[in-house]
């Protein structure tokens, strides 16, 4: 009987939690591909996209531990600590698409790149919409008289600014810390010039709205 109850449990906390495993696994795949990939080909030429997932989970991990301790976040510092150090970290899990642009490099059959780089992509991009989701639903307890797409909206969009600055100007969300004023200055001049950017806007407003259009698809599923 005792057996029986822990399975109960062990079913349980699996059905509540099916989609954090499945991603978990997911995770999983894309570094078993990516470590035949080194084998077979003898380098390390996509090794850089265990990086790239992990500041795609940065933010996840962020939202995760804000739920799990919500006293600590009654304070008005820390909560909006966190949420600023999520928002800058958030562009790290749509970036990863932009690592398909590297799909030529070979050393393996491009079929087989493909798997690598789209998992790794597709885990960042769930990591990414599964804290958007939490952060979500902590920013809608803290300001409930604010509509839910008032803040998932400007995110997509900053997201997609903050990927074009990654990829295109080569900034990561340390160059805040380590190089702050360069990083605004052409932050600056991306506003302040909008005609002379219109490829950083054109990208921008792509990205924000494909992430848009693609959160409503997973948005129930998420935890």
Same mark, same amino acid.
Not at 46 to 74: D, G, Q
Not at 207 to 217: H, T
């Given at each position: 009987m005792?057996?029986?109850? !822990?399975?109960?449990?062990?079913? #349980?906390?699996?059905?509540?939690? #099916? #989609?954090?495993?499945t991603?978990? *696994?997911?995770?999983?795949?894309? =570094? %078993?591909?990516?470590?035949?990939?080194?084998?077979?080909?003898? $380098?390390?030429?996509?090794?850089?996209?265990?990086w790239?997932?992990?500041?795609?989970?940065?933010? *996840?991990?962020?939202?995760?531990?804000?739920?799990?301790?919500?006293?600590?976040?009654?304070?008005?510092?820390?909560?909006?600590? /966190?949420?600023?150090?999520?928002?800058l970290?958030?562009?790290? %899990?749509?970036? !990863?698409?932009?690592?398909?642009?590297?799909? *030529?490099?070979?050393?393996v059959?491009?079929?087989?790149?493909?798997?690598?780089?789209?998992?790794?992509?597709?885990?960042?991009?769930? =990591?990414?919409?599964?804290?958007?989701?939490?952060?979500?639903?902590?920013?809608?307890?803290?300001? $409930?008289?604010?509509?839910?797409?008032?803040? $998932?909206?400007? &995110? +997509? *969009?900053? /997201?997609?600014?903050?990927?074009y !600055?990654?990829?295109?100007?080569?900034?990561?969300?340390?160059?805040?810390?380590?190089?702050?004023?360069?990083?605004?200055?052409?932050?600056?001049?991306?506003? =302040?010039?909008?005609?002379e950017?219109?490829?950083?806007?054109?990208?921008t !407003? /792509?990205?924000?709205?494909?992430?848009?259009? +693609?959160?409503?698809? &997973?948005k129930? #599923?998420?935890i």
């Amino acid at each position: 009987m005792r057996l029986k109850g !822990i399975f109960r449990l062990i079913r #349980q906390r699996v059905a509540k939690n #099916q #989609q954090r495993y499945t991603l978990y *696994f997911s995770i999983l795949f894309s =570094l %078993a591909l990516l470590c035949y990939r080194i084998y077979h080909s003898g $380098t390390y030429l996509r090794v850089s996209l265990v990086w790239n997932l992990f500041l795609a989970y940065v933010p *996840f991990a962020i939202t995760r531990w804000m739920e799990k301790h919500p006293a600590e976040i009654n304070n008005r510092l820390t909560w909006y600590g /966190c949420f600023v150090a999520w928002l800058l970290f958030i562009p790290n %899990a749509p970036y !990863i698409l932009t690592d398909l642009f590297h799909l *030529f490099d070979g050393g393996v059959p491009l079929w087989f790149d493909l798997f690598v780089i789209f998992s790794f992509a597709w885990n960042g991009m769930m =990591l990414g919409y599964m804290s958007i989701r939490s952060m979500e639903h902590l920013w809608s307890a803290r300001h $409930t008289r604010w509509p839910a797409w008032l803040f $998932t909206f400007p &995110v +997509m *969009f900053l /997201c997609g600014m903050g990927v074009y !600055i990654g990829r295109y100007l080569r900034y990561n969300s340390w160059d805040l810390v380590k190089d702050p004023l360069t990083l605004l200055g052409d932050m600056r001049d991306i506003v =302040l010039h909008p005609v002379e950017n219109r490829s950083a806007w054109a990208f921008t !407003i /792509c990205m924000g709205v494909f992430l848009s259009l +693609m959160y409503p698809l &997973v948005k129930k #599923q998420s935890i």
